[in-house]
């Protein structure tokens, strides 16, 4: 039996082994996720691409014709996810917008604490530290599902 809080079960269904409190927090961060869609967030350009950064009219023309199709994919995904958390098993279709919700949700919390690649571990007194634990939680949980699905 694995440990894992992810693990692929069958040709295409995954096993789910949370703690409640990682679920719930989970259910928040989907939640605070969402809220920032919503609202057009300056949180979200990373997951709403700039195409065209030295033609504001190229870019808008570009926008309109994507920023509401992306965005019922970052519903859709979020909602399935939540829709899911609380099962103990998901289906190959639901781990992959597990796979979108989680990125999506790390995408969004890493550009509110201004997080980059070459970030430090930050100190346990830093106002963000719990944020930053959020993230790596995120983080981690991504790349297991990655790993569980490419088995």
Do not use: C
Not at 2 to 25: A, M, W
Not at 36 to 65: C, G, K, W
Not at 111 to 131: C, S
């Amino acid at each position: 039996m694995s440990d894992k809080e992810i693990e692929k079960i069958g040709h295409d269904r995954f096993k789910i082994d949370l703690h409640p409190q990682v679920r719930q927090l989970l259910v928040d961060m989907k939640d605070v996720a969402l809220n920032h869609v919503e609202e057009n967030s300056p949180a979200t350009r990373r997951i709403f691409p700039v195409a065209y950064r030295n033609s504001p009219e190229m870019e808008m023309d570009f926008s309109q014709l994507t920023r509401e199709p992306l965005m019922r994919h970052h519903r859709e995904t979020l909602s399935i996810f939540e829709n899911t958390l609380s099962k103990s098993e998901i289906t190959e279709d639901e781990a992959l917008a597990w796979l979108n919700a989680l990125n999506d949700m790390r995408l969004i919390l890493g550009t509110a604490l201004d997080i980059d690649e070459d970030r430090a571990v930050p100190d346990e007194n830093d106002p963000n530290y719990e944020g930053y634990v959020v993230y790596d939680l995120l983080t981690y949980l991504q790349g297991v599902l990655i790993e569980e699905i490419q088995s």
